[in-house]
């Protein structure tokens, strides 16, 4: 009883045609696996902007900035991070931990061992979200100013201790970044932004994933070339890597002097 099996030619056309299948679908699949990942982000972005907003209530409508000194000395490093001081109003640490990405700083003599986001049997100090504190514009050239003192004064965003900020202060609010997506929590100057590195203004940025220097968005972006924001009034977006404006990231209506949106 003569059987007829598959020829060589068709076992060869049959694995082709699924290799290629396979070469189409499965970036698909990545997609759509990172924007799973991406909608949980944002979640967990939206929690953190009800934090940093409850804190604000509770503390005179003050902004909270970067961090604050502790003097007890039992806290080695004295620096305590924005994450451990509104962490009472989320009572989850996995909320400032990004799905998607998590940057371990390694040890810094500075970090407050009882930050929350710092594992404590390492001392290494773990990071998915930075906070706008920028307040020294170093590569960033307003229209409207010139010396590096003069625009401090006058384009500082969400500031640090010394720095601090009301929500009366804010005249954009739904377009003043507060936190995104990096791998420093203190985003004080300009220097650790995106829109820098990317122009090639600057050759190193806080506002993206692992690595420090490149301008590639597919490379930089955390969800398919974007980083998610949440905004001081609350709200969360994502934009893809270094299309951010400097006014975006100030207190102040500072459009008409943005030497980017308007050159």
């Not at 514009?137 to 640090?160: C, F, L, N, Q």
Request: charged share 20%; net charge negative.
């Amino acid at each position: 009883m003569n059987r007829r099996a598959f020829t060589l030619i068709e076992l060869l056309v049959v694995i082709a045609i699924i290799a290629i299948l396979a070469a189409i679908l499965f970036p698909v699949f990545a997609q759509a696996r990172t924007k799973a990942r991406q909608a949980s982000d944002m979640s967990n972005l939206k929690q953190i902007g009800l934090a940093l907003l409850m804190y604000s209530q509770d503390y005179d409508e003050v902004l909270l900035g970067l961090g604050h000194y502790q003097t007890d000395p039992a806290c080695n490093g004295q620096w305590v991070y924005w994450p451990t001081l509104i962490y009472p109003y989320v009572k989850n640490i996995g909320l400032f931990y990004s799905p998607q990405h998590v940057f371990n700083m390694g040890i810094a003599p500075w970090h407050c061992s009882r930050n929350i986001n710092q594992n404590n049997a390492t001392g290494e100090f773990l990071v998915s979200y930075g906070l706008n504190g920028a307040h020294w514009w170093e590569v960033t050239a307003w229209k409207d100013s010139s010396s590096i003192e003069e625009r401090r004064s006058r384009h500082m965003g969400m500031g640090d201790t010394w720095l601090r900020k009301s929500l009366a202060d804010l005249e954009v609010p739904s377009n003043t970044v507060y936190v995104l997506n990096g791998k420093c929590p203190d985003l004080w100057s300009d220097r650790h932004l995106d829109y820098p590195l990317k122009l090639g203004l600057n050759n190193w940025t806080c506002t993206g994933t692992s690595s420090w220097d490149s301008r590639d968005p597919d490379v930089q972006g955390f969800f398919n070339r974007r980083q998610d924001i949440v905004w001081t009034d609350g709200h969360v977006s994502s934009r893809e890597w270094g299309s951010l404006f400097p006014h975006e990231y100030t207190v102040q209506d500072d459009e008409a002097a943005d030497p980017i949106k308007n050159p």
